[in-house]
Structure formats: structure tokens, C-alpha cells
């Protein structure tokens, strides 16, 4: 059984940044590839990065390349967000996602962590 653990989300003001990872458990994960989703009130949820596993190939939403990084602790099991700058339309829940490589939709989903930006 697949397992995904968010946490590190809070309040933080405009231009500050926080670290969210996503601690997975339940299988080997080499050809998995990890994702980060959010979802913002009245929103449709919407893509934000996605790591590759055993390759370490990063993906992003073109609008937050150069703000947030993915990366990956395989030691731990762990997948993290760091998100610099961050904005009030930053402010959503953050979920962490995964899927075997070879499939295009996410098939496994964590609980989301609440990320609040004020300006």
C-alpha cells in the first residue's frame, strides 16, 4: 500500500519560503515518478513539479521555474518542494502524487499541506 506524507506547509509572508516534503512509503519507488499538485480555493487543481525517481529528470510548471525546486532524497524515501519568493497566489494545499512511470495519471495521492502566503 502506497503512501504519500505531506508536511511542512504554514503561514508565511509575501517573498519568504518553505520547504515541503513528501515522505513516501509502501513499495520501491525507482520507476515512479513523484509529483507536486495544488489547489487553490474555487480552483482547479494544477500541476507544479514532478521528479523522476531513478533518473533525478525534474518537470515544472512554467510559471514557478526559477522559484520552487523538486528534489529527492532516495536514502529517505523523500521527495521536497523548496519554494522561494512565494506569493499570495502561491496560497493553496500542496499535494504530493504519485504514478509508475510508463502512466500518464497520478494514481496515488497524499492528504495535502495548506501553504498560506499574506501579502
Known amino acids: 500500500q502506497v503512501q504519500l506524507i505531506e508536511s511542512g506547509g504554514g503561514k508565511v509572508q509575501a517573498g519568504g519560503s518553505l520547504r515541503l516534503s513528501c515522505a513516501a512509503s509502501g513499495r520501491t519507488f525507482s520507476n515512479y515518478v513523484i509529483g507536486w499538485f495544488r489547489q487553490a480555493p474555487g480552483k482547479e487543481r494544477e500541476f507544479v513539479a514532478a521528479?523522476?525517481?531513478?533518473?533525478?529528470?525534474?518537470y515544472y510548471t512554467d510559471s514557478m521555474k526559477g522559484r520552487f525546486t523538486i528534489s529527492r532524497d532516495n536514502a529517505k524515501n523523500a521527495v521536497y518542494l523548496q519554494m522561494n519568493s512565494l506569493k499570495p497566489e502561491d496560497t493553496a494545499v500542496y499535494y504530493c502524487?504519485?504514478?509508475?512511470?510508463?502512466?500518464?495519471?497520478?494514481?496515488?495521492w497524499g492528504q495535502g499541506t495548506q501553504v498560506t502566503v499574506s501579502s
Open positions: 521528479i523522476n525517481w531513478s533518473g533525478g529528470n525534474t
Open positions: 502524487a504519485a504514478r509508475q512511470s510508463f502512466l500518464y495519471k497520478y494514481n496515488y
